[in-house]
């Protein structure tokens, strides 16, 4: 087992996911059935080997600094869960 | 023949003389779905309103004497996770059950410039995630040549509702097959673009390095013309290529003669059925009759483009997803006492099963300390998938594989078992990793269930997989069955 149920519980809290005592479960056995599988990858030699994080060869995209039509106050707010005066209204932060 | 079986070329030509009205047209779908959709429950939301106000407007210009693009007037299907505006797009997730986005993806403009007539929003695996379109949290979505097996996914909503006549084409995105997996799985033909040939823009993230939108069709002909309407550069897409789009139509030439067809080993044999592996060597015997010359060939880093997949999607998924935390729009849960608190609900409440368990593995690949072992050493495999491309290409014009290596399976089959849903995926994966263009069209059957021929393609050579699938489409008569669902 490469995953504990510590490490479940710890990536589930930098993802910000409320998991049940089910989901962990569930969740610590299935990472490690697939991670097991993703070994697979060791037994190939990379050294050497750049990575290809995209395939294209894209570079930074730039524009003309000019101010542009953006999306207008209520209709970026329309879908908001809680908005007020404006703003989008959240629970307590600190 | 039923109007509704119709391609877009039929219809253009049935418009243009007169033969019937746009909103004809579009009722004549309206009614299609009316009936079939209890059965196959392809969409997640008909915009009938909609749809007749744009056929009206395309009957004034009939009337008018203007002349008609070649998808004007013509009913069409979007894929749910393709931004419409004014129009829920849901994702078929909880989070986004309610999100009206206020634009339009760049391929959802470009087709209402043309005169599309959008009949509405089209069932998928929740966010994309899926090979089965089992994971929506809306309904499953059956297929329309066996109700007990799935369409594949994620696209099975926009694959199944062109096989069942519920449309007459549609728009579906393609991370690691989803649009080529069910195309195969319902008798239709889907092609995956180059990456970069479509703007991704207003198509909601899954990841980002590997998605890709493109047309779910009757026939190669009305793919082409699709692509004429969809592709090309962008401004609003980083990751768009500002290259020369060509006529796709150009390349409908029923001529494949002398052409050089790979055939890679490692997409057939073990696990692969042999209903599936009949269509194909007989597939093959009809393009060596038609003068290709197709050969065994061998992509061996094949086997770690799974695993590689896996990792890479939900890294990529992982931090997409980032951005749900119920504060800008979608889903809030009731009663996080702070903000971590209400994020972390809303998290669980509104995402999927298979929606966490790819941010969870994401998530982890990406932690300090896994990060080379996992995501790194993945990135560097993909280097070596694309190379194993490269050479054959030096070699071949175009590879051919099954598009999966199994027909369509049973509801259930695969949904407890997240690692055998994943290797259904193996024929489609590795195109995405290299970025390179595929399509897949009707080759057969396997008992009463259709047969998929995937052909893939160098980089922006769309135009040799439209020539090599429409020579076989014209001395073949597979694309043009259809399932029986009780209503013609």
Same mark, same amino acid.
């Given at each position: 087992?490469? &995953?504990?149920?510590?490490?479940?519980?710890?990536?589930?809290?930098?993802?910000? #996911?409320?998991?049940?005592?089910?989901?962990?479960?569930?969740?610590?056995?299935? /990472?490690?059935?697939?991670?097991?599988?993703?070994?697979?990858?060791?037994?190939?030699?990379?050294?050497?080997?750049?990575?290809?994080?995209?395939?294209?060869?894209?570079?930074?995209?730039?524009?003309?600094?000019?101010?542009?039509?953006?999306?207008? %106050?209520?209709?970026?707010?329309?879908?908001?869960?809680?908005?007020?005066?404006?703003?989008?209204?959240?629970?307590?932060?600190? | 023949?039923?109007?509704?079986?119709?391609?877009?070329?039929?219809?253009?030509?049935?418009?243009?003389?007169?033969?019937?009205?746009?909103?004809?047209?579009?009722?004549?779908?309206?009614?299609?779905? +009316?009936?079939?959709?209890?059965?196959?429950?392809?969409?997640?939301?008909?915009?009938?309103?909609?749809?007749?106000?744009?056929?009206?407007?395309?009957?004034?210009?009939?009337?008018?004497?203007?002349?008609?693009?070649?998808?004007?007037?013509?009913?069409?299907?979007?894929?749910?996770?393709?931004?419409?505006?004014?129009?829920?797009?849901?994702?078929?997730?909880?989070?986004?059950?309610?999100?009206?986005?206020?634009?339009?993806?760049?391929?959802?403009?470009?087709?209402?410039?043309?005169?599309?007539?959008? =009949?509405?929003?089209?069932?998928?695996?929740?966010?994309?995630?899926?090979?089965?379109?089992?994971?929506?949290?809306?309904?499953?979505? +059956?297929?329309?040549?066996? /109700?007990?097996?799935?369409?594949?996914?994620?696209?099975?909503?926009?694959?199944?509702?062109?096989?069942?006549?519920?449309?007459?084409?549609?728009?579906?995105?393609?991370?690691?097959?989803?649009?080529?997996?069910?195309?195969?799985?319902?008798?239709?033909?889907?092609?995956?673009?180059?990456?970069?040939?479509?703007?991704?823009?207003?198509?909601?993230?899954?990841?980002?390095? #590997?998605?890709? &939108?493109?047309?779910?069709?009757?026939?190669?002909?009305?793919?082409?013309?699709?692509?004429?309407?969809?592709?090309?550069?962008?401004?609003?897409?980083?990751?768009?290529?500002?290259?020369?789009?060509?006529?796709?139509? %150009?390349?409908?030439?029923?001529? &494949?003669?002398?052409?050089?067809?790979?055939?890679?080993?490692?997409? /057939?044999?073990?696990?692969?059925?042999?209903?599936?592996?009949?269509?194909?060597? @007989?597939?093959?015997?009809?393009?060596?009759?038609?003068?290709?010359?197709?050969?065994?060939?061998?992509?061996?880093?094949?086997?770690?483009?799974?695993?590689?997949?896996?990792?890479?999607?939900?890294?990529?998924?992982?931090?997409?997803?980032?951005?749900?935390?119920?504060?800008?729009?979608?889903?809030?849960?009731?009663?996080?006492?702070?903000?971590?608190?209400?994020?972390?609900?809303? +998290?669980?409440?509104?995402?999927?099963?298979?929606?966490?368990?790819? &941010?969870?593995?994401?998530?982890?690949? =990406?932690?300090?300390?896994?990060?080379?072992?996992?995501?790194?050493?993945? %990135? @560097?495999?993909?280097?070596?998938?694309?190379?194993?491309?490269?050479?054959?290409?030096?070699?071949?014009?175009?590879?051919?594989?099954?598009?999966?290596?199994?027909?369509?399976?049973?509801?259930?089959?695969?949904?407890?078992?997240?690692?055998?849903?994943? =290797?259904?995926?193996?024929?489609?994966?590795?195109?995405?990793?290299?970025?390179?263009?595929?399509?897949?069209?009707?080759?057969?059957?396997?008992?009463?269930?259709?047969?998929?021929?995937?052909?893939?393609?160098?980089?922006?050579?769309?135009?040799?997989?439209?020539?090599?699938?429409?020579?076989?489409? %014209?001395?073949?008569?597979?694309?043009?069955?259809?399932?029986?669902?009780?209503? +013609?």
């Amino acid at each position: 087992m490469k &995953i504990s149920r510590p490490d479940v519980e710890h990536v589930a809290m930098l993802a910000r #996911l409320e998991l049940t005592e089910p989901e962990i479960e569930m969740f610590t056995e299935q /990472l490690n059935s697939i991670l097991e599988y993703a070994a697979l990858l060791e037994q190939l030699n990379t050294d050497g080997v750049s990575p290809t994080a995209h395939v294209l060869p894209l570079h930074n995209v730039l524009r003309e600094d000019v101010t542009q039509p953006s999306l207008e %106050q209520e209709r970026a707010l329309m879908n908001a869960p809680d908005a007020e005066n404006g703003f989008f209204r959240v629970p307590r932060i600190v | 023949m039923d109007i509704t079986a119709k391609t877009a070329v039929e219809l253009h030509d049935l418009l243009v003389n007169k033969e019937v009205s746009a909103v004809e047209l579009t009722r004549a779908f309206m009614e299609r779905i +009316r009936v079939v959709e209890e059965k196959v429950s392809a969409y997640v939301f008909v915009s009938e309103d909609l749809a007749l106000k744009q056929a009206a407007r395309v009957d004034e210009r009939i009337a008018g004497g203007e002349n008609l693009g070649p998808l004007e007037g013509i009913p069409m299907g979007l894929k749910d996770n393709l931004c419409t505006e004014g129009i829920k797009t849901t994702c078929a997730s909880k989070m986004l059950q309610n999100f009206v986005p206020p634009f339009d993806a760049t391929v959802t403009e470009r087709l209402k410039k043309a005169g599309a007539v959008c =009949l509405g929003k089209l069932n998928m695996d929740e966010f994309a995630m899926g090979s089965s379109t089992e994971n929506s949290h809306l309904q499953p979505t +059956r297929n329309p040549w066996d /109700l007990d097996r799935v369409p594949g996914g994620s696209s099975g909503g926009p694959a199944a509702a062109v096989a069942a006549d519920e449309t007459v084409y549609s728009l579906g995105s393609d991370t690691g097959g989803s649009i080529r997996q069910p195309a195969a799985f319902c008798g239709v033909v889907g092609l995956k673009p180059t990456y970069g040939a479509v703007s991704r823009y207003g198509l909601i993230a899954y990841a980002s390095s #590997l998605d890709q &939108i493109g047309p779910i069709s009757k026939d190669v002909r009305d793919n082409a013309l699709i692509m004429n309407c969809i592709a090309g550069y962008d401004a609003k897409d980083s990751t768009s290529v500002n290259y020369t789009r060509p006529d796709y139509t %150009q390349f409908l030439v029923d001529d &494949i003669k002398g052409l050089r067809v790979g055939i890679p080993r490692e997409y /057939l044999g073990e696990g692969t059925d042999p209903g599936v592996e009949e269509v194909i060597r @007989k597939a093959v015997g009809i393009l060596r009759d038609l003068g290709a010359q197709v050969d065994e060939c061998s992509l061996p880093h094949t086997k770690y483009a799974i695993p590689a997949y896996y990792l890479i999607a939900p890294a990529e998924c992982s931090s997409n997803l980032a951005r749900y935390d119920g504060v800008g729009f979608g889903y809030r849960a009731e009663g996080g006492e702070d903000i971590v608190d209400m994020v972390s609900k809303t +998290r669980a409440e509104g995402f999927g099963p298979e929606v966490k368990r790819r &941010i969870m593995l994401g998530t982890y690949a =990406l932690t300090s300390g896994y990060y080379d072992a996992y995501y790194l050493k993945a %990135q @560097k495999v993909r280097t070596l998938i694309k190379g194993d491309f490269d050479r054959a290409f030096g070699e071949y014009d175009v590879l051919l594989s099954p598009a999966a290596p199994t027909p369509a399976f049973k509801f259930g089959e695969k949904s407890s078992d997240p690692l055998a849903m994943y =290797l259904s995926d193996v024929c489609t994966v590795p195109v995405n990793l290299a970025g390179i263009p595929a399509i897949t069209i009707p080759a057969g059957f396997a008992g009463v269930l259709p047969v998929g021929l995937h052909f893939m393609g160098k980089a922006f050579d769309e135009g040799t997989l439209y020539r090599v699938a429409y020579t076989f489409e %014209q001395n073949t008569e597979f694309h043009k069955a259809k399932p029986d669902l009780g209503w +013609r």
